[in-house]
């Protein structure tokens, strides 16, 4: 996690600065393995290597998801990947891939394109509801050495995938009249709650902020709020507040540093996300997934509804970070924490020295030149 | 021949003196520079009435010929209106067809609609327009900030009808009408005519809402059609936030249905200091114009000449601008521009000291 990070970081700027003639790279590395956390110890067995669908997808996905391949295989990790072609323009996601993912129950993802106002509906909506992948997670952070406007951000965002606005539900009622309609059940409510408070228990975080626009959407939102609450009578160790949506996106831009974890319904989410991947860095280095009960879908955290355009992918210039980062939340998931470890490390050593970054970020490396400054900082 | 000329001038100016509700085409009332033009003021509550205070003190320093018909909001339902605006206030816009609104308190209670509601029904105010710049001396994190938000206010997702399906199962409607979104459209296009505006942006999230986002944008191409000079383009509302957070020199006038655009302005308003300093104007049939300040009573600070009057401010240079005194608007406007930019009058809230009617003193001095 981004947390145990910070420490050996600051570790190292101390040296470098310290430090005149020994190389600081090499210091930092030594003063990893004195850093290094109380082992976790596994089950005989777990070192098999696991299977995880990968879906490279369309735009710069193909990109980015063979620099993951490339850094797990030089990191040795214990994955294997099965690939699976999807492609926005397929009117449903094959059911062979579906049948992976069940199996494998993990998935690595790029993003996949979905056509404005045509007829087919998102395959990215489709795989959570087909999936029951309930949760959407969001991890904003300031990368140390990546300049923002804003500091100390360090903001979840969880966000309820499966109903609200984007139910799909639409009809015409009469010519030039359109009606959608927005579906909000306690079920659902409840469960995503939960989850955000889980998750906020299990990773040490302090508070939870309910996201809501209750009082306009009463009935609707006033739902969402008092399945919070309930949930949060439970945490009495986690503090909970409510903000309405557009004070929010207010704060946000002002003082991002206030907010903790934070659990929206669908859309206000979708948006709460993409603004805070914004002031955080950029959605280029934002990680993130889809969890449910069963299965879990790891891909770029906030991706700005594109897949990146046709000059990055011809250039092969896209960002491969957010996904990077992703890719060791997955091996997070999946039980592996040295591995996560190291890749996060380097993913932010990578950042942190500044010389190999990606347009988006300043710089004007390639993708590979990034993988393969990440791969050379691996320990 | 000079003498039919000038009786056909005059009688045209009689006409268009009196703004025609029927006619829904004209955004803009007409104004005679010779008589003074009769405006409806809401001061509101808590902080309201010491800043219409102070907007009628710097309309008074630079001559604007406005005559002000003042209106408070009662503590009595009226059962006309369903509120406690009583339906003398909302005919006397209509009459005058501008208006000035400071914050109101919506009090907690049932029986009545909510003061906002009842204005935009009952005047039919169906676009929000927020013009967002950066105010030259205000340093915050962004800079160069210079965009206009026009949000659809009537219908879309605040239509307010929700019911309860069955226990633990609510639905809650989204309108989209083509009817509203031509109107905001076409009232979009032609402010970026009028205030020379290059670029219009349409936000939408038809990717996934379809058939509603979807009718909003083929309303906004119909539109853009008839303005060809004006670069039309339509963005996915993730990818507008996130644009506006890291670059927001990129947008220029945003059009957007009701949700969208009350997030969007909202924080447009955080990227340049606050709700304290945005003006705002509701634009409504028959081109009704109700400028507002958007931000709240303050009750707090209420009655200690504290308050900072620039969003009212503001928004009148709005009104003005409206009933086409572009010249007294400029003024005004450098002026509170240039009191901010200097630094020496600022109220509590931008860091400064000054009172309310310091700070007021100091704009009309700067005229």
Redesign the interface.
């Known amino acids: 996690m981004a947390r145990r990070g910070l420490p050996l970081l600051r570790h190292i700027l101390r040296d470098s600065a310290a430090a005149a003639s020994a190389p600081p790279l090499l210091k930092a590395l030594a003063s990893a393995e004195s850093r290094r956390s109380v082992t976790y110890m596994p089950r005989p067995g777990d070192g098999t290597p696991r299977a995880v669908t990968l879906i490279p997808g369309d735009g710069i996905g193909p990109l980015v998801t063979g620099a993951v391949r490339q850094v797990m295989e030089a990191m040795h990790a214990p994955v294997y990947f099965e690939t699976y072609e999807v492609h926005g323009d397929m009117d449903t996601v094959p059911p062979e891939v579906i049948q992976s993912i069940r199996k494998n129950k993990v998935c690595l993802k790029g993003g996949l394109a ?6 087919v ?2 395959l990215n ?1 489709q795989l959570r509801k087909e999936l029951d992948l309930y949760a959407s997670l969001v991890h904003c952070f300031n990368l140390p050495g990546l300049p923002t ?2 500091q100390n951000v360090d903001i979840v965002v969880i966000r309820e995938n499966t109903e609200g ?2 139910s ?1 539900l ?3 009622v009469v ?13 659902c409510s409840e469960r995503i709650a939960k989850y955000a408070f889980e998750y906020a228990y299990l990773n040490n975080r302090k508070k939870v902020t309910a996201v809501h ?1 209750a009082n ?5 939102d006033g ?1 969402f709020l008092e399945s919070c609450r309930e949930v949060a009578t439970k945490y009495p160790g986690i503090k909970y507040n409510e903000i309405i ?3 929010c ?6 003082k991002p540093e206030q907010f903790d974890v934070m659990v929206t319904p669908n ?2 989410g ?2 709460v ?3 805070a ?3 955080a860095g ?2 280029g280095v934002m990680p993130g997934g889809n969890v449910g009960q069963d299965h879990a879908v790891f891909e770029q955290g ?5 897949v990146g355009n046709q000059k990055m992918v011809e250039k092969k210039k896209a960002n491969p970070v957010a996904l990077l980062l992703s890719s060791a939340m997955m091996l997070r998931h999946l039980q592996f924490p040295s591995f996560a470890d190291r890749l996060e490390t380097a993913v932010k050593l990578v950042i942190l020295e500044g010389e190999y970054r990606t347009k988006d970020l300043g710089g004007d490396s390639t993708t590979q030149e990034v993988v393969d400054a990440v791969i050379a900082a691996l320990d | 021949m000079a003498l039919r000329r000038l009786l056909q001038r005059s009688s045209i100016n009689h006409i268009s003196s009196r703004v025609l509700p029927s006619c829904i085409h004209s955004f803009c009332a007409a104004a005679s520079p010779s008589e003074p033009i009769r405006a409806t003021l809401f001061p509101g509550d808590g902080i309201g009435p010491e800043i219409a205070e102070s907007v009628k003190q710097v309309f008074n320093a630079a001559g604007v010929p406005i005559e002000w018909e003042e209106h408070f909001v009662g503590d009595k339902v009226d059962p006309r209106t369903e509120s406690l605006l009583t339906w003398e206030s909302l005919e006397s816009v209509r009459r005058n067809g501008v208006g000035l609104k400071g914050p109101m308190a919506t009090p907690i209670g049932k029986g009545h609609r909510s003061l906002n509601l009842t204005l935009r029904k009952e005047l039919g105010l169906y676009a929000n327009v927020r013009p967002c710049y950066s105010l030259p001396g205000y340093k ?3 800079d160069g900030v210079n965009l206009v938000t026009i949000r659809e206010n009537t219908e879309g ?2 239509s ?1 009808l ?3 399906v069955v ?13 509203a979104s031509l109107r905001v459209a076409e009232y979009a296009f032609h402010y970026a005519k009028t205030n020379g505006r290059q670029r219009v942006s349409a936000i939408h ?11 909003f ?1 083929k309303c906004c191409r119909e539109v853009a059609e008839k303005y060809p000079e004006i670069t039309y383009e ?1 963005v ?4 507008c ?6 670059n927001p020199t990129l947008f220029d006038v945003l059009v957007m249905p009701n ?1 969208y655009g ?6 447009c ?3 340049i200091g ?2 304290g300093l945005t003006p705002s104007c509701n634009i409504g049939e028959g081109g009704i114009a109700l400028a507002e300040a958007v931000h709240g009573s303050a009750p707090d600070i209420a009655g200690k000449n504290l308050a900072n009057p620039t969003a009212l401010l503001l928004s009148s240079v709005m009104m003005l601008r409206h009933l086409k005194l572009s010249d007294k608007a400029d003024r005004i406007h450098n002026a509170i521009l240039s009191t901010i930019a200097e630094g020496n009058y600022r109220t509590v809230d931008l860091g400064g000291t000054s009172s309310t009617t310091d700070f007021t003193k100091a704009v009309c001095d700067h005229l």
Request: a neutral charge; charged letters at 20%.
């Open positions: 979905t056509p404005v106002g045509g007829g509906s998102s909506v406007r804003h606005e984007y799909g639409e009809h015409e010519p030039g009249v359109v009606e959608s309609l927005k579906v909000m059940t306690k079920f626009k306009i959407m009463k009935l609707a739902l949506v557009d004070n996106c207010m704060q946000l831009v002002s859309l206000y979708n948006l996300a993409n603004t991947a914004g002031i950029g959605t906030a991706s700005a509804g594109n | 915050t994190r962004y997702e605040y307010g929700e019911h309860q226990r633990g199962v609510v639905e809650s409607l989204k309108i989209i009408t083509r009817q999230k038809a990717n996934i809402m379809r058939k509603t986002d979807g009718l944008l339509e996915i509302i993730d990818n936030c996130m644009m506006l957070v890291k949700l009350d997030i969007i302005s909202d924080l308003a955080g990227l606050g709700l």
